[in-house]
């Protein structure tokens, strides 16, 4: 073989290289190219639940705050109370906003008891910030339960300070309580314990009747009752 074919090869062969080399470049590139696609529509599918998701729970809590503040309510009173009260912010709906002792003070039927639970009735009691702190279950006494205890045990409580907190702290259960979880025997945050029984409109705490309950504010279930409760003093 002369000097002129091996150069004629070599050139050949320089060049099948070269088109080899160009293919197979081209070939990764496409591959690469693939799974960037493949990649970002994954990484959008993802992004795309991810949102579905977010809408789907900012959805459920619309809808829980926008549940009707009157779907739980029991007791022959409902009616009258709502008659009397038909709106603004002491009405059902309007109790729902406010944190109880707010929603209370707010309420023609318990102007009594939030003179009890706010000091105006002894200077050295006052509830408010307790009762608004937490969550709570509250058995309030309408203005005509208070009209039950005799004057000489009312004018008691404008200066003993541990027996009218034992008994404001007597209607308050630890926790908000719906009616239907309510009935049973539950350990007030005075220390004693209530029983609730009955169901619907004949609800009733030891021996005061429900007159209107699962009343909601914002942080505690409410049950207006017709009697004040006493703990074992």
Known sequence: M???TRTSYAVAGIATLAVLGLSACSSDSGSGAET???QSSEDTMTDDSTDSEDMAEDTGTSDD???DPAANLVGA???AYAEQ???GAGSITGMSTDPVAVAASNNPLLTTLVSAVS???NPEVDLVDTLNGDEFTVFAPVDDAFAKIDAATLETLKTDSDMLTSILTYHVVPGQLTPDQVVGEQTTV???TVEVTGEGDELMVNDAKVVCGGVMTQNATVYLVDSVLMPSM
């Open 2 to 4: 002369n000097a002129r």
């Open 36 to 38: 960037t696609e493949s």
């Open 65 to 67: 705050m926008a549940m």
């Open 77 to 79: 009173g409902c009616e």
């Open 85 to 87: 009260v038909p709106d």
């Open 119 to 121: 000091g105006e009735l």
């Open 190 to 192: 005075q220390g004693g």
